[in-house]
Structure formats: structure tokens, C-alpha cells
Nanobody, 122 residues
Framework: QVQLVESGGGLVQPEGSLRLSCVAS????????MNWYRQAPGNQRELVAA???????AYADSVKSRFTISRDNTKNTVYLQMNSLSPEDTAVYYC????????????????WGQGTQVTVSS
């Protein structure tokens, strides 16, 4: 079992920045893709950014060039740096660990954090 704990959310003004953190209870980055999702009230959960086991990253079009996902293997931590925030970025942000094929072969499943609220408002 792996626990994911997010932090770093809060209230920020438009055009401001926040950095979210997701600490995993074990180092799973070699066999998991680490994702950040968000869910705004009344909306479906959407994938915002992903960092794959090889370290490459991918982003939703809506956040490309504004958000950066990264990880620190020594701290078992994944980050989401969010810049130029707008009210449309207001949502609960969730950290997710998605198993790659190696992890699935071992019967390992996905994990979710509890979420952290990000509110962008003046």
C-alpha cells in the first residue's frame, strides 16, 4: 500500500503562483506514472499533468506553458508548479499514481491522494 499526501493549496490572486507537493510513502516512481488531476465543482476530474517513469512530462493544453510537473526521487515527492493562475484553475487538485505494466504485472493498483484545494480569486 502507498499513501499519497498533497499539500500546497490555498487562496491566490489571479496571475499568482502556487506549488503543490505530493509525498509518496514509498519510492514508486520507477514503476508508476505520477499524475496531477483536478476537479472543479460540477465538472469531471481532468488530467492536468503527468510525469512518466522515464522522467518525461505531458500537460493538458489548458495548462501548457503555465504549469510544470517535476519530481525529487530522493524525497519521494512530485511537484506541480503553477504560474499565471486564473479563476478557471480553481479546483481540488489530486495526486495520482498510475501503475505501468511492470507494476500491473505485480498486481499493484493505482493510488490517490486526498486532494488539496486551489482557489484563484481577487
Amino acid at each position: 500500500q502507498v499513501q499519497l499526501v498533497e499539500s500546497g493549496g490555498g487562496l491566490v490572486q489571479p496571475e499568482g503562483s502556487l506549488r503543490l507537493s505530493c509525498v509518496a510513502s514509498r519510492n514508486i516512481f520507477a514503476i508508476y506514472t505520477m499524475n496531477w488531476y483536478r476537479q472543479a465543482p460540477g465538472n469531471q476530474r481532468e488530467l492536468v499533468a503527468a510525469i512518466f517513469s522515464d522522467g518525461t512530462a505531458a500537460y493538458a493544453d489548458s495548462v501548457k506553458s503555465r504549469f510544470t510537473i517535476s519530481r525529487d526521487n530522493t524525497k519521494n515527492t512530485v511537484y506541480l508548479q503553477m504560474n499565471s493562475l486564473s479563476p478557471e484553475d480553481t479546483a481540488v487538485y489530486y495526486c495520482n499514481a498510475d501503475p505501468n505494466q511492470v507494476a500491473r504485472d505485480y498486481g499493484l493498483g493505482p493510488y490517490w491522494g486526498q486532494g488539496t484545494q486551489v482557489t484563484v480569486s481577487s
